[in-house]
């Protein structure tokens, strides 16, 4: 998979990017996004000396409300308790600014496909509204490598719903597809979407054309997850607020192996 129209889109996206998922957060799902980070984490427990993975990790949010609302966690000798990866360098310029000098997090530039990190150093992972953006059978091989046995994994994202799967859905999203590769080749304009509260320039569109073929639904999540060794704690589905607005999925695992 292509990481450059990813972190071409994240480039241009950055200085904007958390109000951005806001507004989108609350026209698909109706919920803001550190409310969504929040209710997130809330699936999970952090004990004290555990090492924590946040996989595109973009302007540190995560990370953030790890430290605010984690018991206090110790001092790796390479690395902080957190660790944040992604793959856009200004996306980690901008968490660097949010997240200061702090000594307990440490931000590596890398792809969450192919992470530069030694095999069973995590006690958790999450990824919160990424994994689209990935080839997801081999970012659950680099998970299942990096996480130790018995590791936590946590994972909120976009999903295909049962309508997404439906002859309408496909047909509503092969036009759709065809509108924005259309739109990608006109002179720069607006792309149409402006008076639902989702503005898309030309990066954007071309990385999340791409994303359409990443987007699963909870039965699919569920055999890969099988395949790579994790065992299911939780899936839940995020509920669209309309029937052709893509709905979410956020699943708690354990690697069993």
Request: some cysteine; charged content about 20%.
């Amino acid at each position: 998979m292509n990481p450059a129209p990813v972190v071409e889109a994240f480039t241009a996206l950055a200085p904007y990017y958390e109000e951005t998922v806001d507004r989108e957060l609350r026209l698909f799902w109706g919920v803001g996004y550190l409310e969504f980070v929040e209710r997130l984490l809330s699936r999970l427990v952090i004990g004290e000396g555990e090492r924590v993975l946040d996989i595109a990790t973009g302007t540190g949010v995560v990370p953030a409300a790890i430290l605010a609302q984690a018991p206090p966690l110790r001092i790796h000798p390479d690395h902080g308790p957190v660790l944040g990866l992604d793959i856009t360098p200004a996306m980690l310029a901008a968490a660097r600014r949010r997240l200061g000098l702090a000594e307990k997090v440490q931000l590596v530039c890398g792809s969450g496909m192919a992470m530069p990190l030694a095999g069973g150093t995590f006690d958790v992972a999450i990824c919160c509204l990424g994994t689209h953006h990935m080839d997801v059978s081999a970012l659950l091989a680099e998970l299942s490598r990096v996480l130790r046995r018995g590791g936590r994994l946590l994972i909120a994202d976009v999903c295909a719903t049962a309508f997404w799967r439906s002859l309408p859905g496909r047909v509503m999203f092969a036009l759709l597809l065809g509108f924005y590769s259309l739109w990608l080749r006109l002179p720069r304009r607006g792309n149409g979407l402006e008076a639902y509260g989702v503005s898309m320039d030309r990066e954007r569109a071309r990385a999340e054309i791409e994303a359409f073929r990443n987007y699963r639904t909870p039965e699919e999540w569920r055999e890969l997850l099988r395949q790579y060794g994790f065992a299911i704690v939780e899936m839940s589905e995020i509920p669209a607020l309309r029937r052709i607005y893509p709905g979410g999925v956020l699943i708690v695992g354990t690697l069993e192996r």
